[in-house]
T-cell receptor, first 116, second 113 residues
Framework: AQKITQTQPGMFVQEKEAVTLDCTYD???????LFWYKQPSSGEMIFLIY??????QNATEGRYSLNFQKARKSANLVISASQLGDSAMYFC?????????????FGGGTRLMVKP | DSGVTQTPKHLITATGQRVTLRCSPR?????VYWYQQSLDQGLQFLIQ???????AKGNILERFSAQQFPDLHSELNLSSLELGDSALYFC????????????FGNGTRLTVT
């Protein structure tokens, strides 16, 4: 079974509008963390935002916020006021506490395209 | 700049050959991870080292091996290369805390011809 599912292979958004990128996860571990990364066409992986399973509030980082719904096992990324430079692949990832290591498991990604 | 350095940036080689990818982690990070990103497989975890010791293994082929040296740099060795090994190979590093993100290098683009 997929641990991280991103159901939107590609999305368009108009510049200056907000956009939500979906992420659902599957774990039986009560302690876990969720991460979002951005991969522009140049290829580097850029860390955006983190949400811990025990965090009471949704994480925010500048124009990025996380809509964390624990009971639904979803951790959607919200980008406000989209900019042309936001066009990229976005990956959701999870770290489970019970892993031997503390690697991240990644979803398949969503390609976001911002229209001028 | 993530502080993680990977060399080389690009590598073109023939099937059956052997290559070595190198990674220097961020200063202070003891954990190093290797990931493979191919078009049809997404980002796949290969292996993790912590302070010189193997910590976790993912979908790493037997033809691949890695190590982390006392100065914490790491090398990923790929042998008997096949066309399907063509991919972007990332190294990442982190401190060993639950909420610490992985900091990725810029990757090595391997093309096997």
């Amino acid at each position: 079974a997929q641990k991280i599912t991103q159901t939107q292979p590609g999305m368009f958004v108009q510049e200056k509008e907000a956009v939500t990128l979906d992420c659902t996860y599957d774990t039986s571990d009560p302690s876990y963390g969720l991460f979002w990364y951005k991969q522009p066409s140049s290829g580097e992986m850029i860390f955006l935002i983190y949400q811990g399973s025990y965090d009471q509030q949704n994480a925010t980082e500048g124009r990025y916020s996380l809509n964390f719904q624990k009971a639904r096992k979803s951790a959607n990324l919200v980008i406000s006021a989209s900019q042309l430079g936001d066009s990229a692949m976005y990956f959701c990832a999870m770290r489970e506490k019970n892993n031997a290591g503390n690697m991240l498991t990644f979803g398949g990604g969503t390609r976001l395209m911002v229209k001028p | 700049d993530s502080g993680v350095t990977q060399t080389p940036k690009h590598l073109i080689t023939a099937t059956g050959q052997r290559v070595t990818l190198r990674c220097s982690p961020r200063s202070g990070d003891l954990s190093v991870y290797w990931y493979q990103q191919s078009l049809d497989q997404g980002l796949q975890f290969l292996i993790q080292y912590y302070n010189g010791e193997e910590r976790a293994k993912g979908n790493i082929l037997e033809r691949f091996s890695a190590q982390q040296f006392p100065d914490l740099h790491s090398e990923l060795n790929l042998s008997s290369l096949e066309l399907g090994d063509s991919a972007l190979y990332f190294c990442a590093s982190s401190v060993h805390r639950d909420n610490s993100p992985l900091h990725f290098g810029n990757g090595t683009r391997l093309t096997v011809t």
